[in-house]
């Protein structure tokens, strides 16, 4: 699996942004599909994911009801739309593929390149 993650960009506090994440393969429908982010100095963390067979979300505490993951198995694509994001959202966002992995762990097989979002305040 290929994946390459776009959307990203420099956006106001309190603002919106949508990253996207397309995915090569014919059996993109079977994978766990996982968003994480890795800021400056900092360790990569978990964001959001959502599973392969029925759907299921899961969410970091700190973007609890602001980012909202979503996938479209027709379109090979996975989707992050992040609101009223925050200075500390500042981060690379990477979005994964597995399809065994537990949905919030940080063992993914198959890793995008990375897409830049800043927040400013």
């Known amino acids: 699996v290929q994946l390459q993650a776009s959307g990203g960009g420099l956006v106001q506090a309190g603002g919106s942004l949508r990253l996207s994440c397309a995915a090569s393969?014919?059996?993109?429908?079977?994978?766990?599909m996982g968003w994480f982010r890795q800021a400056p100095g900092k360790e990569r963390e978990f964001v959001a994911a959502?599973?392969?067979?029925?759907?299921?979300?899961y969410y970091a505490d700190s973007v609890k009801g602001r980012f909202t993951v979503s996938r479209d198995n027709a379109k090979n694509t996975v989707y992050l739309q992040m609101n009223s994001l925050k200075p500390e959202d500042t981060a690379v966002y990477y979005c994964?593929?597995?399809?065994?992995?537990?949905?919030?762990?940080?063992?993914?097989?198959?890793w995008g390149q990375g897409t830049q979002v800043t927040v400013s305040s």
């Open positions: 959502i599973t392969w067979s029925v759907g299921s979300t």
């Open positions: 994964a593929a597995d399809q065994y992995t537990l949905p919030q762990a940080n063992e993914y097989v198959y």
């Open positions: 393969g014919r059996t993109f429908s079977s994978y766990n």
